[in-house]
């Protein structure tokens, strides 16, 4: 994306500079104003945003720890990520998906793209074409079936779209169910109609626009028309990669009354994310720099987390985050047994690079209530099977990455007890060198 280059050349004015000034932020979002509207951002959205970035960093609180380059960054991205919209959990469970958009917007080829996705994450997946107007749409949806492994249903001939989905409803027996519909060259009362026909016998539990990248700011004008005749649970943008309008197009369908649920990067199968604004915005400044800023933010409010941990749950997402940082604090073992916790198991401590991807991969294939609660995999044979079958990892390794975690579930409870042990904790991550004597 070019506009990640544009952008990283915007910031890297400040790079030499030892202090910012007026003028400094003043260029700077002069830069990114003609980056933005390049990219065709809408004009509006970009002069707030270049206002909002030019009071922040002139007026508002530095972080001490923080050179003043890194504050206006910390800003820029900021509100980029606010412009760039929210980030999307996609539902982990049996459901129905309504896929709809303009013709050659990506619809059929995304379709294949969610089935994957599901596929990959221990569901089985249905594909359903009822996309009656171009007979040859069958067939392609028919050819991605077979590639990404998943069930396929239609009546060939048959002009009644809804009539297909009715009739495969009575045949899937798949967890996800995928619907392709047809397109049109333009909005109209008769896709309308017809989208309506079919989503009152599919009832979708979600309905996702197709829209290309293409389209840069136009996007958002089409999103709130297709919402507004057939309620949207998100917007897919697609071409992503081959699109130097992304940026407008994300953030008009963000500034829209709908959101962007996943992005469209390739044309392969596997070219498909969820949509999360920090990750993109990060990569388009990026991924090193704006990385490494993070972790130092993060590092000055541990002492605030830690804090907050005496009244936190542990969960699977913040189990995993532990696991990573403790990697990279490096032999941290060593450091909990002069700190006095001689029993902190040692297979907690050292994870191998190989079983954090294991880990990760099992994470992505727990539900949003499993990742809450623990228990309720370890409660359930068929979870278990789901997460290893979804994970390509085995039941024994599921089942081993439960009882580390409730060995940390443990061991957090005991550290939360123990008010000594909690300071100790706080001044080692706020990196002071333990207090030996102490101890
Ligand atoms: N580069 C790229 N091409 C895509 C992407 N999504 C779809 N396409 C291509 O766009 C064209 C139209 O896709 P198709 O799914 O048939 O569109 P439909 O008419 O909306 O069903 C095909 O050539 C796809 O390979 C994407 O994310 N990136
Ligand atoms: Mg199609």
New binding site residues.
């Given amino acids: 994306m070019d506009l990640g280059k544009k952008l990283r050349e915007a910031l890297s004015k400040l790079t030499g500079k030892p202090y910012v000034d007026a003028n400094d932020v003043k260029a700077l979002t002069k830069d990114l104003q003609r980056v933005l509207i390049s990219s065709d951002v809408n004009v509006k959205l970009v002069l707030a945003l270049s206002r909002r970035i030019e009071e922040r960093a002139l007026k508002s609180d530095k972080m001490q720890a923080l050179s003043l380059k890194e504050h206006v960054t910390k800003i820029v991205y900021e509100e980029l990520v606010s412009l760039m919209g929210t980030s999307y959990t996609p539902r982990l469970d049996r459901h129905r998906i309504l896929v709809c ?10 379709c294949a793209k969610i089935a994957h996705f599901y596929k990959t994450r221990g569901l089985s997946a249905a594909l359903v074409a009822a ?1 009656t107007d171009r007979p040859a ?1 069958q067939e ?1 949806l028919e050819q991605l079936s077979k590639s990404v492994g998943a069930a396929f249903y239609t009546i060939k001939g048959e002009k009644d779209a809804a009539r297909i989905v009715g009739d495969a409803l009575k045949k899937a027996k798949e967890d996800v169910i995928i619907v ?1 519909s047809a ?1 049109r060259n333009a909005f109209d009362g008769h896709l309308v109609e017809e989208l309506r026909s079919i989503a009152e016998k599919l009832k979708p539990d979600e309905n996702y626009l ?1 829209i290309s990248a293409d389209l840069g700011q136009i996007a958002g004008k089409q999103a709130t028309e297709f919402n507004s005749a057939v309620p949207l649970s998100g917007v897919i943008v ?5 699109s130097g309008k992304g940026g407008g197009a994300l953030s008009a369908v963000a500034a829209s009354n709908t959101k962007v649920a996943f992005i ?4 392969k199968t596997s ?1 498909f994310e969820t949509y999360n604004a920090e990750k993109l915005v990060g990569r388009l400044l990026g991924v090193p720099d704006i990385g490494a800023l993070m972790e130092k933010i993060k590092q000055i409010s541990t002492e605030t987390d830690i804090q907050k941990l005496e009244g936190e749950k542990l969960t699977i997402d913040s189990f995993y985050e532990q696991l990573k940082a403790a990697k990279k604090l490096g032999p941290l073992g060593s450091v909990f047994s002069m700190l006095g916790a001689n029993d902190v198991p040692k297979e907690l401590v050292q994870q191998s690079e190989e079983k954090l991807k294991k880990f990760e991969h099992m994470i992505n294939s727990m539900t949003k209530e499993e990742k809450a609660e623990a228990a309720l995999i370890k409660n359930s044979q068929a979870r278990v099977q789901r997460i290893a079958k979804g994970s390509g990892c085995s039941e024994k390794d599921v089942r081993e990455f439960l009882s580390q975690f409730e060995k940390m579930d443990k061991m957090m409870n005991m550290f939360k007890r123990n008010r000594g042990f909690r300071k100790k904790m706080e001044k080692m991550m706020a990196g002071a060198p333990p207090d030996l004597k102490a101890a």
């Fill in positions: 958009g303009l013709y050659g917007s990506g619809k059929t080829t995304t996309d749409a392609q392709d397109g197709v697609t071409k992503m990669d081959g469209g990067v390739g044309e070219d």
